[in-house]
C-alpha cells in the first residue's frame, strides 16, 4: 500500500484541525433547572479532545471541529453530581491544509478545582452534544499511557494498540504519543485515522503531543514546516517567539515533564535556532520547578546505532545526545524518554556517556504504528533490555508514587516485556 494513500472505512471526509489561537479569560456562570439547560438539536462535536496544560490541576484545554460554522460556540462543564453550570465561549480558529478548509474551535477551562471528576460538553446555538468526562490532576499517585510512534499506512493496528491498552488501564490519567504521529504532516487522512483509533480516550483525558519529523512532512515528501501539528494541539505557552508549541512543559501530580523538540534539522531552513533556544529554555525551566520528579519527553534518540550491512555506520551518541545529555545530569533528570528507531530499548541509567546509577533512566520507547523496521539495529552495548525480535507493537504504562516510578512496557496482547523502577531518596 502506497504510504501517501490509503482508506480509511467508515469515516467521513472530514478535514484537519486547526489550532494558533488565543482566548480572552472569564467565565460565564449560570445556575440551570436541574443543572442542565434544555437544548433543541444534538451537536456532533468532531475530534473532541483534552489537550494537557501546564497546570493540569486547574485548567484543561479543550479544542472540536464541526462540519458546518457554529453560531455561539461554548464548552458548558460542571462538578459531576453538582447543579451548577459554568460556560466558557470558544473561538473559532479556521485554517486550511492540504486542501481542506476546516473550521475548528477551542476553549480554555481555568480556575477548575484539582483532584475533581467534572463534566464537560459542547453546545452551540439551540444544540449541545453529549457530556464527556473530565478529571483534574492532584497532589497523589497516578498512572498514564506512553505509546511511541504510531505513524502507519493503515491506521487500524494503531486503534487496536490504543483501544486496548486504554481498556486494561482504566485508571490512566493522561497519554503520550511521542511523536510521528502520522506518517505523512500534510496527509489530512492520515490524521482523520489517527484521530478515529484514539475516540472515546481523547475526549475523556489529556493527550501529550511531541512533534516528530513525520510531523514536517508534505505531500511530496519534501520538508515543510510542521502546519498540521501546530493547528491541532494548542499545547501550553513557552514565550518563544519563533518556536511556540515545538516544545513545552507541564506539571502532573509530582512530576514536572519537558517536552523537547528534536526536528531542528527540518526546521533550520525555514526557522533557525530551534536547538540552542531550548538548551536554554530547558535549563530555566527545570530550574525553575519545584516538584519531586522531572521526566524529559523527546522524539529522536540520543543514541546512535549500527545498521546491519551498513559497516559504515558507527555505535555512538546522536547529536542530540552529544547536545542534551551532559544538560540532563547536570539538571537532575531522572528519566528520559526516547523515540524515533521503533524498536523498544531499555539502556538503564547513563551519566557522562557511560552507565552510571547516578544518570537519568533512557527509555527508548518503540513502535505503536504498522511501519517497522524488522532487523535494521545491531543492539548497542548501553542497551540493557531489547524487545522480542522480530519487533511488533509496544505500549508503556508509567505509575508515579511519592517513593517511586514503575514504567512497564507490554506487547499488544497485553504481555509484559520490561519492568523497570526508579527511587530517589528523599
Not at 490519567?173 to 482523520?192: K, L
Not at 514503575?406 to 531518596?425: R, S
Amino acid at each position: 500500500m502506497n504510504r501517501r494513500t490509503f482508506i480509511i472505512g467508515g469515516m467521513g471526509a472530514l478535514g484537519l484541525l486547526a489550532g494558533s489561537a488565543f482566548l480572552a479569560k472569564g467565565t460565564l456562570y449560570r445556575k440551570a433547572a436541574n443543572g442542565v439547560r434544555s437544548l433543541a438539536g444534538d451537536l456532533d462535536a468532531q475530534y473532541l479532545r483534552q489537550i494537557i496544560t501546564a497546570d493540569a490541576a486547574h485548567s484543561r484545554t479543550i479544542m472540536w471541529q464541526a462540519e458546518d460554522v457554529l453560531n455561539k460556540p461554548a464548552i458548558e462543564y460542571r462538578i459531576r453530581g453538582k447543579e451548577e453550570v459554568r460556560q466558557v465561549p470558544a473561538q473559532e480558529d479556521f485554517f486550511t491544509d492540504d486542501g481542506v478548509k476546516n473550521q475548528q474551535y477551542l476553549a480554555k477551562l481555568e480556575e477548575l478545582q484539582a483532584d475533581t471528576e467534572y463534566e464537560y460538553r459542547v453546545i452551540a446555538e439551540g444544540a449541545a452534544s453529549d457530556w464527556h468526562k473530565m478529571h483534574t490532576a492532584g497532589t497523589g499517585d497516578f498512572e498514564c499511557l506512553i505509546f511511541p510512534d504510531s505513524q502507519s499506512s493503515d491506521y487500524s493496528d494503531w486503534e487496536n494498540l490504543a483501544q486496548n491498552a486504554a481498556q486494561r488501564n482504566p485508571q490512566a490519567a493522561f497519554f503520550i504519543n511521542m511523536g510521528d504521529i502520522v506518517d505523512n504532516g500534510e496527509d489530512h487522512t492520515q490524521w482523520q485515522a489517527w484521530f478515529h483509533g484514539v475516540n472515546g480516550m481523547i475526549d475523556r483525558m489529556p493527550f501529550v503531543p511531541l512533534m516528530g519529523n513525520h510531523e514536517t512532512y508534505d505531500q511530496n515528501w519534501k520538508v515543510r514546516l510542521p502546519e498540521a501539528y501546530l493547528h491541532y494541539f494548542a499545547v501550553p505557552e513557552n514565550d518563544s517567539q519563533n518556536f511556540g508549541r515545538y516544545y513545552y512543559s507541564f506539571d502532573y501530580g509530582a512530576v514536572h515533564f519537558m517536552v523537547l523538540n528534536s526536528q531542528w534539522d527540518e526546521t533550520e531552513e525555514f526557522k533557525p535556532g530551534l536547538m540552542a533556544e531550548q538548551l536554554d529554555w530547558l535549563r530555566k525551566d527545570a530550574q525553575q520547578s519545584n516538584k519531586k520528579w522531572k521526566i524529559v519527553l523527546v522524539h529522536k534518540d540520543v543514541l546512535q546505532y549500527r545498521i546491519h550491512k551498513r559497516p559504515e555506520r558507527q555505535e555512538g551518541i546522536s547529536d542530540l545526545g552529544k547536545n542534551f545529555m551532559p544538560l540532563f545530569d547536570e539538571l537532575g533528570i531522572d528519566i528520559v524518554f526516547t523515540a524515533h528507531l521503533h524498536t523498544y530499548r531499555n539502556r538503564g541509567h547513563i551519566k557522562n556517556f557511560q552507565r552510571d546509577s547516578q544518570g537519568p533512566l533512557y527509555i527508548l520507547t518503540g513502535v505503536a504504528g504498522n511501519v517497522r523496521y524488522p532487523g535494521l539495529w545491531v543492539d548497542h552495548h548501553l542497551d540493557e533490555v531489547v524487545a522480542p525480535q522480530p519487533e511488533t507493537d509496544n505500549y508503556l504504562t508509567m505509575k508515579v508514587t511519592d517513593k517511586e516510578i514503575t514504567v512497564k512496557c507490554f506487547l499488544p496482547d497485553g504481555q509484559e516485556i520490561d519492568h523497570i523502577k526508579v527511587t530517589k531518596a528523599e
